[in-house]
Nanobody, 119 residues
Framework: QVQLVESGGGLVQVGGSLRLSCAAS????????MGWYRQAPGTERKLVAD???????YYVDSVKGRFTISRDNAKNTVYLQMNSVKPEDTAVYYC?????????????WGQGTQVTVSS
């Protein structure tokens, strides 16, 4: 059974930092692109960043230069370092495993972790 378990969400002030983690189990981690998506109230879930097994990354324009995605294939874990956060970063953040990058239909989803940026 595949499990993706996120942690690290919470309340952070504007301009602050937060690090999300996602521990994966039940899948061949190195065979998947790993991504972080987010969904704000009343909006669609959208890709924030993803990373290949070899470490090639992709970011949406709104987070470039502020967020960093990384993965540790030995620990089956993917991270999202969030710096200089803004109120518009407030959302539920989901970890996902996918067979292709920049997909809207990953193979597996985590349960999500809430990130709230206070001004």
């Amino acid at each position: 059974q595949v499990q993706l378990v996120e942690s690290g969400g919470g309340l952070v002030q504007v301009g602050g930092s937060l690090r999300l983690s996602c521990a994966a189990s039940g899948l061949t981690f190195g065979s998947y692109f790993m991504g972080w998506y987010r969904q704000a109230p009343g909006t669609e879930r959208k890709l924030v960043a993803d990373i290949s097994s070899g470490g090639i990354t992709y970011y949406v324009d709104s987070v470039k230069g502020r967020f960093t995605i990384s993965r540790d294939n030995a620990k089956n874990t993917v991270y999202l370092q969030m710096n200089s956060v803004k109120p518009e970063d407030t959302a539920v953040y989901y970890c996902a495993a996918a067979r292709e990058r920049r997909t809207v239909v990953p193979s597996y989803w985590g349960q999500g972790t809430q990130v709230t940026v206070s001004s």
